[in-house]
């Protein structure tokens, strides 16, 4: 078992003083670098809390939606790729549905560990 706190718990807690303690200290021209940086470490934050569930149910999503429940995350979203460049996501096509359905799903989950403010308030 891992010590306390957590790696969140850590991000969080540096990104406090970053925030805090060394942004005030930076020139203008600089805080823009440093506000990248404490995005990316929320976002590494909200990944660590969320785990691999996020990407386990979408590979259970496109193995549904490919009907081929061998295929792994990589070259099942590169194959999601391909069928909607050759059409089948195109109004009318029978497998449409599932392949939007899916990509919303996937979507909102990336969003939401990505910038869950641009999210509607559920």
Known sequence: ??????????LACARQ?????????????R??????VM???????????N?????????????AALDDSKVGLAEGNRRLAR???EGAGDPGKPRR???FAHLRAAGGRRLAESNPKA???S
């Open 1 to 10: 078992m891992r010590e306390q706190p957590k790696g969140d718990a850590l």
């Open 17 to 29: 003083v970053l925030r805090d303690e060394v942004m005030p200290a930076l020139p203008a021209e």
């Open 31 to 36: 805080k823009y670098a440093l506000l990248m």
């Open 39 to 49: 995005n990316a470490m929320l976002i590494a934050e909200r990944q660590l809390r």
């Open 51 to 63: 785990g691999d569930a996020p990407e386990a149910q979408e590979l259970t999503e496109l193995h």
């Open 83 to 85: 069928l909607l460049r």
């Open 97 to 99: 549905a599932a392949l």
């Open 119 to 121: 999210l509607p308030k």
